[in-house]
């Protein structure tokens, strides 16, 4: 009964918001509304010497009913915020990973290495010239809808994703394949979901009606005004493709009604004016969500953010924050889906014990049928999970989906948003450090920031318009 207690500071965040406190319960993503009796225990436990049950109601029992004390004591305890000194308080436990049956949802088809556009910053493994690009096949790209299916034949909604390359470029395989999957699974009483991301450039009319026909969600890949965009997203010839791909997202834009159309930008060295971009691609074009990506770990050093970059472009997310915070307790958007993005998880209470759904929810499929963690790792020196006609290689994938798990010797375990993170991108990780399971340690501190940030956001809309969840986060999710 008078054993030593202690704060378990590694389940526990505290955040001041304007004359509020609030309490990040970090083990379940949780937030909650610190009031004073909770706040006064915590810091009686932390400032006496050896403090005990009894210590502490006689340390707090002037301001409070000791029934109170002991009540939200307990509390505290539940949530391991609080425990007994001496116990193995501060270790999350997460069990190893040994996946039978693979819940995948998603397949990602790698239809054609070969792409119009040479991009500086191009991430991907195994891009090719035009000339030389190779394209999957229809008997490739149907072994992957059907392994999907047997591989995770229990789900209700799955997703096909067309990427590349320029995914457009094998505009043929991408008829056949949606006709295959509408076909398939309506036979079999299931959802199917198709999306794609395209540089835009080869996008004609016909190829707007027909996906606004099958309900396909599309990404354009631009980098924001001309100035900018010019910079890095260049023809095979070196001639800035912005007028082009402005021209196109405008047209599609404008006759496109099943699904809101999304901007996709990359941030490279010396761009790092979110708020410019943002409001060229809101406001001027019409997307519905801009998402913002820094490059820190490129193959060409030269288009990598420098650390004091990445740094302003957290900063200038903020203030596009504020600004999404703004229109948000008038129940508007301006999307900005990576601060959508972070409030979602906070008011779902999102837990991940890895960072993605990449080898789990989703695979990626090379040209030739082998399957990668993702669509960045296609063409890569890392092995591949098995292929569509075999299925997924569990054994291998368990060892390296664990090995990303066991956060024992890495500062993951202490960190205060190991489970919003869960170590970052798999493939940021390779590209910076040769190794897929290492965390993203460089984003460590400017995501912590970003995260309390968007706790003071998040609690903001909370108080002044609550129904801004009901409007924007809900809806959403049930369509998911």
Not at 304 to 325: H, I, R, S, W
Request: proline share 4%; aromatic share 8%.
């Amino acid at each position: 009964m008078n054993s030593t207690l202690e704060v378990i500071e590694n389940n526990l965040h505290q955040v001041e918001v304007k004359d509020k406190s609030f309490i990040f319960h970090i083990p379940t993503t949780s937030l909650f509304e610190r009031d004073e009796l909770t706040g006064d225990i915590l810091s009686s436990i932390q400032e006496q010497d050896k403090p005990t049950n009894l210590s502490l109601t006689k340390a707090l029992g002037a301001r409070y009913a000791e029934g109170d004390i002991i009540s939200a004591l307990g509390e505290l305890k539940s949530l391991s915020l609080v425990g007994e000194k001496g116990l193995d308080n501060d270790v999350e436990e997460f069990a190893p990973l040994t996946l039978e049956s693979a819940p995948l949802t998603t397949v990602v088809l790698n239809i054609n290495t070969g792409c119009n556009l040479s991009c500086t910053y191009c991430y991907k493994e195994d891009l090719d010239l035009p000339s030389s690009g190779k394209k999957m096949n229809f008997e490739t790209a149907k072994q992957s809808i059907d392994m999907l299916l047997s591989e995770s034949p229990d789900q209700t909604r799955y997703n096909v994703v067309f990427f590349g390359g320029e995914p457009l470029s094998n505009f043929s395989l991408i008829k056949g394949v949606i006709a295959y999957s509408e076909d398939l699974f309506a036979s079999k009483g299931k959802l199917v979901d198709f999306s794609m991301t395209t540089n835009a450039t080869l996008l004609t009319e016909n190829h707007v009606e027909y996906f606004d026909k099958h309900n396909v969600g599309l990404s354009i890949s631009i980098d924001g005004p001309k100035a900018y965009h010019d910079r890095n997203r260049i023809s095979v010839n070196g001639k800035g493709t912005y007028d082009t791909v402005a021209k196109k997202a405008k047209m599609l834009l404008s006759r496109y009604r099943s699904r809101p159309i999304g901007a996709r930008v990359t941030l490279t060295t010396g761009i790092t004016d979110i708020n410019t971009i943002w409001d060229h691609l809101f406001n001027t074009l019409g997307f519905s969500e801009v998402g913002f990506a820094p490059v820190t770990s490129g193959d060409i050093s030269d288009y990598n953010l420098k650390p004091e970059e990445l740094a302003d472009v957290f900063t200038n997310m903020k203030k596009l924050g504020e600004k999404y915070l703004a229109a948000a307790l008038e129940n508007k958007t301006i999307g900005f889906s990576n601060m959508h993005q972070l409030i979602t998880d906070i008011h779902e209470g999102t837990k991940k014990a890895l960072p993605c759904g990449a080898g789990v929810g989703m695979v990626a499929v090379d040209h030739e049928g082998g399957l990668n963690l993702c669509h960045r790792f296609t063409g890569s020196d890392q092995p591949l999970l098995g292929d569509v006609t075999t299925g997924l290689n569990k054994p291998i994938l368990n060892e390296f989906l664990n090995k990303r798990l066991d956060k024992n010797d890495q500062s993951c375990a202490t960190c205060n948003i190991r489970n919003l993170c869960a170590g970052g991108c798999y493939h940021e990780s390779y590209a910076r450090y040769g190794d897929p399971a290492k965390p993203t340690f460089h984003y460590c501190d400017l995501m912590r920031d970003w995260v309390d940030f968007g706790i003071h956001v998040y609690t903001q809309i909370m108080e002044h318009n609550p129904s801004f969840y009901d409007t924007y986060i809900a809806p959403r999710r049930a369509q998911a």
